[in-house]
């Protein structure tokens, strides 16, 4: 996956923020997986806890409290 500079992902939001998804990048299951979850264009995200090493990362979405890989969040671009 190739993300530019200027494109920040939801791996590197901080605990607290509220974010923007503007697309899923990836392909096959990891992008299905990522949209089931309901992490679609446009849906709003706030980080609520990051693991020491960063893996899980936990969410809520749409009122869903979710848990994503660093590999799953590194697929989301969000602003």
């Given at each position: 996956?190739?993300?530019?500079?200027?494109?920040?992902?939801?791996?590197r939001?901080q605990?607290?923020?509220?974010?923007?998804?503007?697309?899923?990048?990836?392909?096959?299951?990891?992008?299905?997986?990522?949209?089931?979850?309901?992490?679609?264009?446009?849906?709003?995200?706030?980080?609520?806890?990051?693991?020491?090493?960063?893996?899980?990362?936990e969410?809520?979405?749409?009122?869903?409290?979710?848990?994503?890989?660093?590999?799953?969040?590194?697929?989301?671009?969000?602003?």
């Amino acid at each position: 996956m190739n993300t530019s500079a200027t494109e920040k992902t939801l791996k590197r939001a901080q605990i607290g923020e509220r974010v923007t998804v503007l697309k899923v990048a990836g392909e096959g299951p990891l992008r299905q997986r990522i949209l089931d979850m309901g992490l679609t264009k446009g849906a709003e995200v706030m980080i609520n806890k990051v693991a020491p090493l960063g893996d899980p990362i936990e969410v809520t979405v749409r009122g869903y409290e979710l848990s994503l890989r660093k590999k799953e969040a590194a697929c989301i671009i969000v602003r």
